[in-house]
């Protein structure tokens, strides 16, 4: 069964203060990884997806890196509205397209 | 471009009541997942639908099924609510299924 953990539960940073999410997955086969971010009470909205060992994407202040156990997700000179619910999930070959999601990272970004 | 959409924003429903929450894919996406969120926790995969037919399900009873229309739009059923049916119950689509998928805001379900 695919399995997605993601570490910490709950990060607090200064504004500016760099740091890295944890997400650790065991799939058979990986589709592909997929982040993303979820504000109180609303939808997941997309971050990134990677899909091979060494592959990086970068948007704004996040950079998201992938190894074959786990990725991170990484961010620099963070601001107060980069406050939310980070959350990692992983698409098996055999799925059938669906994502098994870990239970977030709460990032909260003080000013 | 208009993005998922989701109804209605909440909704609250007693045990054993039955329930319909309803979709509406970004424009040109013929694949949409239901997932269910439980207060502290990731998403959870319901089912699936490809071109109207069922196309993958994860661990959740019979009495949760569901419904793709020819415009691409769905609906979530649940039946004889229990107390823990209560969560966010969100809506997800994608162009082809294999690729990245868009959530909509989701429908908070309150059973009492």
């Known amino acids: 069964e695919d399995q997605v953990t993601q570490s910490p539960e709950a990060l607090r940073l200064q504004e500016g203060e760099s740091s890295s999410l944890n997400c650790s997955y065991t799939?058979?086969?990986?589709?592909?990884l997929f982040w993303y971010r979820q504000d109180p009470g609303k939808g997941p909205e997309f971050l990134f997806t990677?899909?091979?060992a060494g592959e990086e994407k970068e948007k704004e202040r996040l950079k998201a890196t992938l190894t074959k156990k786990e990725s991170f997700l990484h961010i620099t000179a963070p601001k107060p509205e980069d406050s939310a619910t980070y959350l990692c999930a992983v698409q098996a070959v055999y799925s059938n397209y669906k994502l098994t999601f870990g239970k977030g990272t709460l990032l909260t970004v003080n000013p | 471009e208009t993005g998922v959409t989701q109804s209605p924003t909440h909704l609250i429903k007693t045990r054993g009541q039955q329930v319909t929450l309803r979709c509406s894919s970004q424009s040109g996406h013929n694949t949409v997942s239901w997932y269910q969120q439980a207060l502290g926790q990731g998403p959870q995969f319901i089912f699936q639908?490809?071109?109207?037919?069922?196309?993958g399900r994860g661990n959740f009873p019979p009495r949760f099924s569901g419904l793709q229309f020819p415009n691409y739009s769905s609906e979530l059923n649940v039946n004889a609510l229990e107390l823990d049916d209560s969560a966010l119950y969100l809506c997800?689509?994608?162009?082809?299924?294999?690729?990245?998928?868009?959530f909509g805001p989701g429908t908070r379900l309150t059973v009492t």
């Open positions: 639908y490809y071109r109207e037919e069922e196309n």
């Open positions: 997800a689509s994608s162009l082809t299924g294999f690729d990245e998928q868009y």
């Open positions: 990677l899909y091979s």
């Open positions: 799939v058979s086969g990986l589709r592909g």
